[in-house]
């Protein structure tokens, strides 16, 4: 099936679904149309595959879409912790000097753990998203996390 045709055929079902899924119009609406543009840069991929598995590719991407997009969205109520344990509290909006010693705090982190703490608590990116920004492995953007959260604690 060609990729005009199936958006045409599963756009609106796409939408409804994706609405329902993530409980917003917009979010929706954006998932979709990231699926289809996804489309057109593997075309020749999903137009090989079979009708069903390019509408269930589609579906995924879409839904993928939309939970990033919901990801970068989310307002953190907390700096998560490794493991459960406690993280640091991110102030309430109505206590302006928690959030002045927060974020002198952060800026006092050194660059290679302050880059990180920035990028996922301000940015909304992930560890992969984080590392591929930085040129470094996920892995090594956990650590530098658990580090800033452990140096942050101290502070605090």
């Given at each position: 099936m060609?990729i ?10 796409m939408?409804r ?5 993530s409980?917003d ?7 979709v149309?990231?699926a ?34 919901k990801?970068?969205?989310a ?67 956990r ?12 502070r605090?």
């Open positions: 060609e005009e045709k199936a958006f045409r055929e599963y756009r609106d079902s939408i679904a994706m609405t329902l899924f409980g119009d917009e979010a929706a609406l954006d998932g149309s990231h289809f543009t996804q489309a057109m840069t593997n075309k020749l991929m999903l137009e090989a595959m079979p009708e069903p598995a390019m509408k269930a590719w589609l579906y995924a991407a879409a839904r993928n879409a939309v939970v990033d997009i990801r970068r969205e307002h953190f109520s907390r700096f998560p912790g490794e493991n459960g344990d406690r993280g640091l509290a991110d102030p309430r909006p109505d206590d302006p000097l928690g959030k002045a010693i927060t974020e002198l705090l952060i800026e006092k982190l050194p660059e290679s753990l302050r880059v990180p703490v920035e990028l996922k608590y301000y940015g909304g990116m992930n560890a992969t998203e984080i590392g591929e920004a930085m040129k470094v492995p996920a892995a090594t953007v650590t530098r996390l658990r580090a800033a959260l452990r140096q942050l604690r101290e605090y």
